[in-house]
């Protein structure tokens, strides 16, 4: 059984490496030798990899990398500092759940980045409009995760910490926190996501730094390779970040891996 | 007074919940008749009611209609468009092995990137008309679509597979007599995701690039200060996005009562 699930392993991953490599090579040599290649409108992979180089290895980029994740870890931060209590709050009080739960949840299913441009002009251009468009999207994964997570918290186990003498705080550190964690972990997933439209819609909208100013600048200049390099920058970034917290939210709750939700 | 109490229990969830609403919307309202804002802060400063007028008036012109009609064409084609590529594609991955290898690297890249950095590359190739609008709404709703009625496929009862090929069905009579209704309550879940990045794609293809549009409604009266309109804009998406969402999740509900509800993810 091992031995099989090794060979399929191998080859899911071979044959993703194939489709991905013919992919990249057919680009390339169709773009050569069969069409003519119109540089306002397409570029090839090794006009993107020489762009990758420049961008990225030598550095032109970072300084953009660095100042849109100044803005994301802000945001975030406060998100996670506010979304962790306020989800707590409404798993432990019934009548919190009740007050809270329509409003955040009409705010979590709406298009909060519609009130991009307000936030932008009351704001202004820079790191503190970026931040609360961040936190105004990412802060609802984590309070409604944290909410369920409290939620489905084992009622026996806090009787048995009950019954053996446990005080409120060996509730809250021995039962409640780490069976929310994986629910947390989960929301800082979705949370993530969310957190990078916030910080592209505000670098596209009005910005004079920033990796998704670099994009649209690169778009508005047709410097298609190296506006390809910067999103591939930007996809190599999200796919790390994606992937940790689901091998994290692995780690933590092995039993809960099943349950894919995307 | 006892029965007065009762009335309130039962119902409690919706009271404390529309009351909770209420009380921020009068707060709001009031808020300028009781403290006189600072000069900065209420030239961004607007009411429930000065956002109503503005709809009104905008109603009246015939200016929310034209912008309505604009953004809803661009949304129906590409959440259509998504549907029409996104559903076959998930079928096709869930039931062959090897070509899910194969597009499983593209699907998972794609997935973990906010599919808005493509805005000005879609600019750039299909115009500042409608079709980049669709294209970015296309390209975002049609993730979710795809991945859920993979996993729908995915799941199909082994058993019943085999049952039915043992009975002689071909490929497409066990698509028909079982995978497709076992990943129907999929594909109503991945479709309310796919509304909500069609939602997004809609506003923020707008806001970039456009004459015409609810996006380019908010843009443009943002950039004038009108923040009324603003919020007439953000009303009204608000407004479309949980009707839709949550008319969508009440089917999803009947279809799948079996499924214990995890978390909420829009």
Known sequence: MTVKGNYEEYRRLLLGLVSVISFITSWELLLTYVFPLNPFFLTKPSLIAVAFNEQVIQGALWRDLAVSSRAFLWGFSFAVLVGIPVGAFMGWRRRAEYTFDAFFTALYASPLVALAPLIIVVFGVGLLAKSALVFLLSVFPFIFNTFAGVRSTDRLMLNVVRSFGGKEKDLYLKVIFPSTLPYIVAGARIALGRGLVGIIVGEFYAASEGIGFAISRFGDTYRLPEMFAAILVLMIAAVIMTEGMRKLEVFLAPWRSAQDTR | ?266
């Open chain 2, 1 to 266: 007074m006892n029965r007065l109490v009762r009335f309130y229990l039962e119902r409690e969830h919706y009271l404390l919940g529309w009351g909770f609403i209420l009380l921020l919307l009068l707060a709001w309202e009031t808020t300028p008749h009781l403290v006189t804002l600072p000069k900065g802060l209420s030239l961004f400063f607007t009411t429930p009611s000065k956002v109503l007028e503005a709809f009104y008036d905008l109603v009246v012109q015939n200016q929310i209609q034209h912008h309505f009609y604009v953004s809803a064409i661009e949304f129906l084609l590409g959440l259509g468009l998504a549907i029409v590529v996104g559903l076959p594609v998930g079928l096709i991955t869930g039931r062959s092995r090897t070509i899910d290898a194969m597009v499983d690297p593209y699907v998972t890249v794609f997935n973990a990137t906010p599919r808005l950095i493509f805005l000005p590359l879609f600019i750039l190739w299909f115009g500042i008309g409608m079709w980049s609008k669709v294209m970015i709404v296309f390209i975002g709703a049609v993730f979710p679509l795809l991945i859920n009625t993979h996993e729908g496929v995915k799941n199909a009862d082994r058993v019943l597979v085999n049952v039915v090929r043992s009975f002689g069905a071909n490929e497409w009579q066990i698509m028909k007599v079982v995978v497709l209704p076992n990943s129907v309550p999929y594909i109503i879940a991945g479709l309310r995701l796919a509304i909500g990045r069609a939602v997004l794609g809609v506003v923020v293809g707008e806001f970039f690039g456009a004459s015409e549009g609810l996006g380019f409604m908010i843009a443009s009266a943002a950039t004038n200060y009108k923040v009324d309109v603003v919020f007439v804009g953000v009303a009204i998406f608000m407004g479309l996005s949980l009707i839709l969402t949550l008319s969508v999740k009440r089917i999803e509900n009947k279809l799948s009562r079996w499924r214990p509800e995890e978390t909420k993810t829009f």
